[in-house]
């Protein structure tokens, strides 16, 4: 089993930054390609952010590529996304998600294939 647990949102004004980090336990974390989605009100849950266990490879949704950064620290066993530029559009409940894998290049963009997800949390941006 594993634990993921998001922390970093909160309200903010457009064009500022952010920084989520989502801090996994209970296994063995480099197994796990990591992603990051967001819900908004009343819509559907979306992809956000990929990365590969081995942090070498990412992918993003068109929405965010250029403003939005994933990264991870295996050592911490930690996954962060940087949200620069922020957009009131970008208003949601942000989630980690990690799909166990045994490809360290692999990178997850479908919600269905993750097996583990965090609480989520919630980023508010102000125009």
């Known amino acids: 089993q594993v634990q993921l647990v998001e922390s970093g949102g909160g309200l903010v004004q457009a064009g500022a930054s952010l920084m989520l980090s989502c801090a996994a336990s209970?296994?063995?974390?480099?197994?796990?390609?990591m992603g990051w989605f967001r819900q908004a009100p009343g819509k559907e849950r979306e992809f956000v952010a990929a990365?590969?266990?081995?942090?070498?490879?990412?992918y993003w949704a068109d929405s965010v590529k250029g403003r939005f950064t994933v990264s991870r620290d295996n050592a911490k066993n930690t996954v962060y996304l940087q949200m620069n530029s922020l957009k009131p559009e970008d208003t949601a409940v942000y989630y980690c998600a990690g799909h166990v894998t045994p490809d360290t290049i692999r990178v997850v963009t479908t919600r269905a294939e993750y097996d583990y997800w965090g609480q989520g949390t919630q980023v508010t941006v102000s125009s």
């Open positions: 209970g296994s063995t974390f480099t197994m796990l390609s």
């Open positions: 990365i590969s266990w081995s942090g070498g490879v990412t």
